[in-house]
C-alpha cells in the first residue's frame, strides 16, 4: 500500500523531524566515475495520478529510481504528495516532503490540463488558467526545485504535437506548450555547465484521463499518422526512460514528437 500526505499539513514535517527552514537547501551529489547520470537522490514525477504519470512511476520504479509523485488528487499505491502547482507555497512545502539529504535525481513534469474552444467564445479566465497551470506553474516550480536537484541529474518536461500543428480550438493550450518548449532550451543552456539535461517529449492524442471529452477527434488523428492506432501511455514511457538515461548524457534541448509519425518535422 502507498501513502500520500497534503502539502498543506506542516505538522508531518514536524512529526518526521524534517528541516523547517523555508527555502531549500542546494545538494551537489557527485557522480561516480565513468557514469552519466547520478543514481542518488528522488525522481518527482508531476500529474501523477494521470494515465501517462502513472505509467512512468510504474517502469522508473522498476529501473531503480525512488519516485514520488505530485498532483492535486490522490495517487493509490505509490509514494504521493498531494500538491497544487500554481501556489508557490505548497510547491515549496512539496520539496520539504519529497526532497531528503540525496537532493533530486530527475523531474519528469507531465502535469497539465487542456481545454478546447474557438478564441471568440472563450472566456479570458479560462484560456488564462490554462496558461497559468501549463507553463507560468512551470517555470515557478523549476525555479524552486534547479537548487536542489543534484549535478548531472535529468529533466523531461511535456510539450505536445499541437506546437507544430496549431489545431483549430485549441489556442490556449497550443500557445502554452509553445512556451513550455522553449523554456526546455533556454534551460538546457543554463543547466548544461551542471551536466543536467533538459528535454521535451510531445506525445500526440493519447488515451488517458485529461482526454476524455475529446475522443471525438480520435479517428481524424489515427489517420494523420504514419503508424495508424491509437496512443497509450506506455509508448510515451519510454522515450521519457531514456532521457533520463545514461545513454542521453549527452542529449540535452531537443524535442522528440511520439505520436507515430503524425508530425515529421
Wanted: with cysteine; hydrophobic share 40%.
Amino acid at each position: 500500500m502507498g501513502w500520500h500526505h497534503s502539502a498543506r499539513d506542516g505538522r508531518l514535517r514536524a512529526e518526521r523531524g524534517l528541516r523547517s527552514d523555508r527555502e531549500p537547501r542546494a545538494f551537489v551529489v557527485p557522480r561516480l566515475e565513468g557514469a552519466g547520470i547520478v543514481t542518488a537522490g528522488v525522481t518527482i514525477v508531476t500529474g501523477a495520478s494521470g494515465g501517462i504519470g502513472r505509467a512512468t512511476i510504474e517502469t522508473l520504479t522498476t529501473r531503480g529510481h525512488r519516485c514520488v509523485g505530485w498532483d492535486r488528487v490522490p495517487a493509490p499505491d505509490m509514494r504521493s504528495v498531494l500538491m497544487d502547482l500554481t501556489d508557490p507555497e505548497q510547491v515549496r512545502q512539496a520539496i520539504r516532503e519529497s526532497v531528503d539529504d540525496a537532493g533530486v535525481r530527475a523531474i519528469v513534469h507531465c502535469a497539465g490540463v487542456v481545454h478546447f474552444s474557438g478564441l471568440a467564445g472563450t472566456d479570458p479566465e479560462v484560456w488564462q488558467r490554462v496558461i497559468q497551470i501549463n507553463l507560468v506553474a512551470t517555470i515557478g516550480m523549476f525555479q524552486q526545485l534547479i537548487p536542489v536537484m543534484n549535478d548531472g541529474g535529468r529533466v523531461v518536461m511535456f510539450g505536445s504535437g499541437t506546437v507544430p500543428k496549431g489545431p483549430a480550438e485549441m489556442f490556449g493550450y497550443t500557445a502554452s506548450k509553445a512556451g513550455v518548449m522553449g523554456f526546455a532550451r533556454s534551460l538546457a543552456r543554463e543547466l548544461g555547465p551542471r551536466s543536467i539535461t533538459v528535454n521535451v517529449v510531445s506525445p500526440g492524442f493519447t488515451e488517458t484521463g485529461m482526454v476524455q471529452g475529446f475522443r471525438h477527434t480520435e479517428d481524424a488523428n489515427v489517420r494523420s499518422r504514419a503508424i495508424q492506432r491509437s496512443a497509450r501511455p506506455e509508448d510515451v514511457v519510454g522515450p521519457v526512460a531514456f532521457f533520463l538515461s545514461e545513454d542521453a548524457a549527452f542529449v540535452t534541448g531537443q524535442n522528440l514528437y511520439v505520436d507515430g509519425g503524425s508530425v515529421m518535422p
